[in-house]
């Protein structure tokens, strides 16, 4: 099984301080495997493969507009998080899947079509990045990191996924998503012309998960 979380709109880095608690958690066997679901403030996290010049703007710049930029540990290159974004911290032992993170990556990117699918959009993959598209445009992205157990044997994931339902895309123009500079970026309520409740977003994207991985979902908190 593994436990849902519904957290609402979180600081960036409490999020992080929180997933890192939580792996140390689940690896000392103190936890189980877990989904945090939640918003962030307006954010762009900078992942281990990311370059300076996907970074359109001075740092001087993002601070006046209101953004965080935050260096992580997540791979991946440059990514904008923020309101109307759905994003997904699985935290996940891998051991018990075979510790096959190429075989997660995949798992992740068929939850959230399986979850596109209920509203109507056909999210495809886009080989060889990683993430969900529609055409040329992305409409979740996905960067991972997976943890060395120290006392359990295998991968715990943390970072994770943030699908876009009704961010304000503008803020993309601001960097070079993911680094990919040929093709674009997209929302749920773009593709719909309608207003999509994120409550049912989550909803669906926790069957998908369930499904996926074949694990029941069990609901933890929500904050107030």
């Given amino acids: 099984m593994f436990e849902v979380y519904r957290l609402g709109r979180v600081p960036y880095r409490k999020a ?16 189980s495997n877990q989904l945090l679901l939640l918003e962030h403030p307006h954010t762009i996290t900078l992942g281990r493969g990311s370059h300076a010049e996907h970074l359109l703007l001075s740092s001087e710049e993002y601070a006046r507009r209101g953004i965080d930029v935050v260096e992580i540990d997540r791979g991946g290159d440059v990514t904008y998080h923020g309101p109307g974004q759905l994003v ?44 969900v598209w529609v055409g040329d445009e992305k409409v ?3 960067g991972v990191k997976f943890n060395r157990g120290r ?20 803020y993309f123009d601001l960097i070079v ?15 719909l012309g309608r207003k999509v409740p994120m409550g049912e977003v989550m909803d669906r994207v926790v069957e998908g998960i ?14 107030s």
């Fill in 16 to 31: 992080w301080d929180m997933q890192k608690e939580r792996v140390r958690q689940i690896d000392e066997g103190d936890a």
């Fill in 88 to 131: 997904g911290y699985p935290l996940f032992h891998l051991g018990e899947r075979g510790n096959d993170a190429h075989r997660y990556l995949r798992d992740l990117e068929e939850s959230l079509i399986i979850a596109l699918r209920r509203f109507g959009i056909e999210g495809e993959r886009k080989p060889p990045y990683t993430g």
């Fill in 140 to 142: 979740a992205a996905i």
């Fill in 151 to 170: 006392r359990r044997k295998g991968y715990i994931t943390s970072h994770g996924f943030a699908l876009n339902v009704c961010s304000d895309l503008t």
């Fill in 177 to 191: 998503p993911c680094g990919i500079r040929e093709y674009g970026v997209t929302s749920m309520e773009r593709l």
């Fill in 210 to 223: 369930s499904r996926v991985f074949g694990w029941e979902a069990v609901e933890g908190a929500r904050s």
